[in-house]
């Protein structure tokens, strides 16, 4: 385990707000929407999202407790050794417990029990954090509760998973996309916005369609080309043993994401199979071009290619 994950709440420093808030919004967060001040926070599932997230809460003084909830009896018993939250708690006791509620679990998971979770709330807010929004907005669209959750989406993680892989500072200049936002409560969606301000992310509002077409592309495309690469790339190593002792820095990067937790990629997948498959499709136009190019030997062509994703450039320094 890489030493910059392992957290330990004792060691903790309180920081100056994030260069991405002015000082009125700071303050308005350490006061807390409503007057509430700090609030007691309960995330479900203590992962690698929702535990880094949790350090963040912490560190920023958004939180006045943070209790934990998760399936894994044994991420729970860690999320408490490396203080990532206070306490752990059944489902039921800690919504009734919590003013927010987290969920950073699988979308599949979330889909059947966001529904429960309103089930259950008064005003506490619901916030959930995954990478598709589509399916899980429908499943809640004629809710009673439905002004309590905000659909929000980070975009950050790693391909690691479990509370020993929360990273300190892990939202630090990152996007959030806060989807259908004109659906939740105005107090639910300030509070979120403000906290997600303080953790140092910038804020886009998008429609929920648009967001899941938008993430096929940037980053669940990223995720099937690497599977696909490592796949191809060990399929090789059952002839040729000595193939990874070749392997330098440029396949170490382009393969990383394959070492993602299938748990959490599966459900993503098949929840945004239409825009998946899309992006897929074009992507495999993509590298028919580039076969086609090199077994006819058009160099200018095979250079064009190149020359044109170069491009990319202009948007990623």
Request: overall charge neutral; proline content about 3%.
């Amino acid at each position: 385990m890489k030493s910059k994950n392992v957290t330990v709440r004792n060691s903790r420093k309180s920081e100056e707000p994030s260069k991405s808030v002015d000082s009125a919004d700071a303050k308005s967060l350490l006061r807390g929407v409503g007057g509430l001040g700090r609030k007691s926070i309960a995330i479900i599932g203590v992962g690698l999202i929702g535990g880094s997230l949790a350090i963040q809460l912490h560190e920023k003084k958004i939180s006045s407790k943070l209790i934990g909830v998760d399936a894994n009896p044994e991420h729970a018993k860690k999320a408490v050794e490396l203080e990532l939250v206070d306490e752990t708690m059944s489902l039921d006791d800690a919504i009734a417990a919590a003013e927010v509620v987290v969920l950073a679990i699988p979308v599949d998971t979330v889909v059947s029990l966001l529904p429960k979770v309103l089930d259950k709330v008064d005003k506490q807010i619901v916030i959930d954090l995954g990478s598709t929004k589509s399916q899980l907005i429908d499943a809640v669209r004629n809710h009673p509760n439905r002004g309590r959750y905000v659909a929000t989406h980070p975009m950050w993680g790693t391909e690691y998973s479990g509370p020993q892989a929360a990273v300190r500072g892990a939202f630090e200049d990152k996007a959030v996309v806060i989807c259908d936002a004109e659906d939740s409560d105005a107090d639910a969606l300030e509070w979120t916005k403000a906290m997600y301000r303080k953790i140092g992310m910038h804020l886009l509002e998008m429609e929920s369609k648009a967001h899941d077409l938008h993430a096929a592309y940037v980053s669940h495309i990223s995720h099937i080309t690497s599977f696909a690469l490592a796949n191809t790339v060990l399929e090789k190593e059952k002839e040729e043993k000595a193939i990874f002792e070749l392997a330098s820095a440029g396949f170490a990067s382009t393969v990383r994401l394959a070492k993602s937790n299938p748990a959490m990629w599966v459900p993503v997948f098949m929840q945004n199979k239409v825009n998946v498959l899309d992006v897929l499709n074009a992507h495999i136009q993509q590298l028919t071009k580039f076969r086609d190019s090199i077994e006819q030997g058009k160099f200018e062509e095979l250079k064009g290619l190149i020359e044109g994703a170069n491009t990319i450039r202009r948007i990623i320094k």
